[in-house]
């Protein structure tokens, strides 16, 4: 009762918040399902499947049906826990692992799944059989989080193949890895087509064509499932597939993750959705709602697409799931609590860490016929069905299903050759002057780069853990490096290799090989503002021009997550391959690279674009009858070696808006600047804010982006913290140097208690989950003091935090004028912070009353002496 009198109180509060912050409630953009083309899944659920969900709905709890909506994280449930809640499902996040070791062998993986499994069906309900929960992972690109496994070049680089039955072929490799770790279940393939390519996600997308990626999305669905209808379909070695992420994740304002798509409808549906249909008819599932809004509506909270389009009019039989505490940002929700995402459509939540909450609340909801039995049994029966079709209910364990614990199928020689293969297939040659390429192997050859040597950077982000920035080439036992390909390649042909980080050789080469480009990311952490590469370390140009300069031929490989404007280095270079992010395979770049021993070629640059290029730091744009603008090279562009071909000086001007030219710049003209974000914090949990209007989890404040200006309001309820943080960065040269957090700002109600203004030194959004058998304590229900612990704001290495209390100088400021605010970095050090690795730059807390709007965030190097206070 107590229980139940808080849940709601905490609703109703959050709810006048959210009014508060909102103005009025948001009416959802209309949808015209008949206008959507209509889509037929290819397998139609049989009969006999329709009479076991029947018997399992009709004899099953109201608590066993709730179980099934709930996916929970390895890292916050350990497998005893699924005795007393039979949960639906189980996923492995991004950086959660056996043991909370993201370097767990395949072993590991298998037993660990198969604990799962066994506790699931254990101390089952009399009333039916047992129903065994579904364990997903992200297998984005080969099953690259388990260290050993076959890593395929990230989507972007398989877009420039153009080639579906490639697609299929990884798909069913992919497959065959995951089973073998007893894993039936894997969030890919995305099919974003994303036409902003600042975006952090990109390299997750096929191509910037809606036509290739529905030519693929068909493709990888079958391969990893094998073909619907057939008897390969969820056979051995085959695992669900998850179309994601639906819908507009690719078509973002200026390309920020998890952000706002305008786009209009027509264009979401021609552009957006484009391998939606072909991916149903080829059988897929399962598919993964988007974190993104469109036209201001959360995908999470959009009923028309979620159910009138997509299952509907698609007839979607499968299942939705929701992203990962994708509720925390639905007005009027929490991530502990909200029915709404369940009637919009979404039927199992994504609640790795508040997956207790979200399993009571929900369970207090259909009680209370919040939750009406019609939409429960439907979501119920559809998490079942598809359990039913992968033949779950028929399957052995999953350490004794067929395949499982053969790990020598994880990089097997036979799914290599298959990587390798797409690496040739997806290398894109740009410039190739006086033909430099294929270069005689039987020669000098020197390889330089920062990456050149580096199979951490080759995988790119998805890879081991979540942003996979912190891999060495032994976390890949059995990869290759791109150094470690051509050092085969030149030595076969009695060729001689000299590896140097810094460029420098002992005898001079008949050419350079330089690898570079950028270093691994995902999601958010890898939004950028422009595309320059790379704007703060021009140590790589300066390499390339110094062997120019020489007269040694230049080759550089350019790794990278999408197309970025490189026209300085394509200048410095005689021939540029755009290498994308090529996995473990690295000896497929130097396949291409030369000539064969007898002088023929191997095999020819075959890649094209499937993303244009552009010709400036800032993205290409599309018309509304998809006509690209501001191309380098447009999508199909690719060189053959055997074509002489010669491109000329380029502008070496990036063409930047004066406004992006800023360096150190936090908040500006309405918008935090990629790759940062804010963040809202109270005493239950933080939130990354991606909507214009957002409150804090349990409402201590809310913030509303009101061009150009950020509109903070605290609300005195309890301690809340404003924050603009992402990647740690190290600080402490520029503390040295003299450099200041400068904020300007205007107060329109006085701090009412103590207010701290400072720096975090922690990752607001990275997560240390306990290891999977720790200890959860039992009943925990939503309460401000049970859910997630406060986030620490005071670190940076001082017990008071890098923050210094700034409330005299707020309560002196005359309200309703501008005020700049600046504060000497030095000032922080000097209460003992340590500032190697900021992960927000910026934080305000107070418990009190306080609304602020800031109009500009910046880190100002050389600033004018001011005090401490
Ligand atoms: C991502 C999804 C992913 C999920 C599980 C989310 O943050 O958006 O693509 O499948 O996490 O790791
Ligand atoms: C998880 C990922 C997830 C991400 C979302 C990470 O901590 O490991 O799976 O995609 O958070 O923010």
Redesign the pocket.
Known sequence: MQQRWRIATTHVARLIVMAVVTGASHAAAPIHPLEWPAAAPAIAPDPATERLVDQLLASMSAEEKVGQLIQA?IGSIRPQDLRRYKLGSILA????APGDDVRASAARWLALVDAYYRASVADASAAHPPIPILFGI?AVHGHARIPGATVFPHNVGLGAAHDAALIEKIGQATAEEVAATGIDWTFAPTIAVVRDVRWGRSYESYSEDPALVAAYAGAMVTGLQGAAGSSHFMGPGHVLATIKHFLGDGGTIAGRDQFDDRSDERTLREVHAAGYPPGISAGALIVMASYNSWQGTKMHANHALLTDVLKGRWQFPGFVVGD??AQEELPGCSKFDCPDMLMAGVDMVMA?DSWRQNYQNLLGQVQSGRIPPARLDDAVRRILRVKAMAGLFGKAAPNERPGAGQFDLLGSPAHRAIAREAVRKSLVLLKNNRQLLPLDAHARILVTGALADDIGAQCGGWSI??QGDHNSNADFPGATSIFGGIKAAVEAAGGSVELSPDGSFRQRPAAAIVVYGETPY??FEGDRETLEFSPDDHSHLQLLRRLHALGIPVVSVFISGRPMWVNRELNASDAFVAAWLPGSEGAGVADLLFRQPDGSMREDFAARLGFSWPATAMPVTFSDSGRVRGALFRRGFGLSVTQPSQLGRLAEDPRLPPALRARDTLFYAGHVTAPWSIYLADPTASVRVTTSAQPSPDGALSVQLDPPLLQVAWSGRSQGLLSIGGRPVDYRALARDGAALRLRYRMSAPPQQPVRVGMICEAP???HPPPADAAVSPDVAHSPEAAAPPRNWALCGTASGAALDLTARLAAARIGAWHTLAIPLACLVDQGADLSLVSAPFAVATSGALALSISDVRIVRQAPKTPCR
């Not at 996040?93 to 959660?96: F, L, P, Q, S």
């Open positions: 994280d996040g991004g950086n959660a992200d990962w505490n790795p853990d979540w995902a999601e959004y990275r997560t």
